[in-house]
């Protein structure tokens, strides 16, 4: 089911505006990278699309639903079919891997069996799997206060994997990765997306990650959308125009495109 903005805007407590009349959709099993400067709005666009944030004007559709229009009850099973993972996993301190991982599960759970699974965690070979796939399987028993700050952004992609969203949106998910580490992540992110028919949104301060994975990338800039395009036509005056003189800073080429790298840089100065 498709997921729509049309003309949403949400205000900041002192009046400003976080987003300010995006349009835009997400169709079912699209593949979708927000780029933009700090404070552009990538934050918020995706906790509205998470039903976490009513917007003050406009109309959001979630999943082929408007959330602000469903009762309680009916609030609470949309959003069991969406992730959202922000940039630092709120992994409880004390908590162990494998039940930060399983708590991916807790939408489909009745809540005996998720207390029960806090003492004796229900389905440790699905939570060993969804470590594997990012390269941590060794913590599984760790407690979460035990772990670095890379390890534990992959706890709580592993916890996506074990949920059954249907909308994925992540937050900066490879922000505390190594280049090699945030490809496979993303890599298996993208994969598991494509192998559900789940729809995907990153908000990316990488740019050049986001130009060699995703097929579709949206420009975000003062809570406007500045452009909405294809891959292939985001072109170095566009990324100019989005960053100004954060361009250096945000991007690096992948090599299939680093005979642009220079050009934009020198924009930049």
Not at 95 to 104: E, F, S, T
Not at 144 to 155: A, H, N, T
Request: one cysteine or more; glycine letters at 8%.
């Amino acid at each position: 089911m498709s997921t729509h903005l049309r003309s949403v805007s949400v205000a900041y407590g002192t009046g400003g505006r976080a987003l300010d009349g995006i349009t835009m959709a997400i169709g079912p099993g699209e593949q979708v990278a927000i780029i933009g400067p700090s404070g552009a709005g990538k934050t918020t666009l995706l906790h509205t699309l998470a039903s976490a944030l009513k917007p003050g004007e406009g109309a959001v559709t979630v999943l082929g639903s408007d959330p602000w229009r469903l009762s309680q009850t009916e609030l609470q099973r949309l959003r069991r079919r969406l992730f959202l993972a922000p940039q630092a996993p709120p992994l409880p301190p004390r908590q162990r891997v494998v039940n930060a991982v399983l708590a991916g599960r807790l939408p489909e759970w009745s809540t005996w069996r998720a207390l029960r699974s806090l003492v004796y965690p229900a389905d440790i070979r699905s939570a060993r799997t969804a470590l594997a796939r990012f390269r941590i399987e060794d913590k599984l028993f760790l407690r979460c206060d035990r772990l670095s700050g890379g390890e534990r952004q992959r706890v709580g992609l592993a916890r996506l994997l074990a949920s059954p969203a249907e909308l994925f949106l992540l937050d900066e998910p490879v922000s505390a990765l190594d280049p090699a580490l945030a490809q496979a992540a993303l890599q298996v992110l993208q994969g598991e997306a494509s192998a559900r028919g789940a729809s995907m949104v990153v908000s990316l301060h990488a740019v050049d990650l986001a130009l060699a994975r995703f097929p579709r990338i949206v420009g975000l800039r003062e809570g406007k959308v500045l452009f909405d395009l294809p891959r292939p036509a985001v072109d170095e005056a566009l990324l100019i125009e989005l960053y100004g003189s954060e361009l250096c800073n945000s991007f690096q080429a992948p090599p299939e495109h680093q005979a642009e790298a220079l050009p934009i840089c020198r924009g930049c100065v």
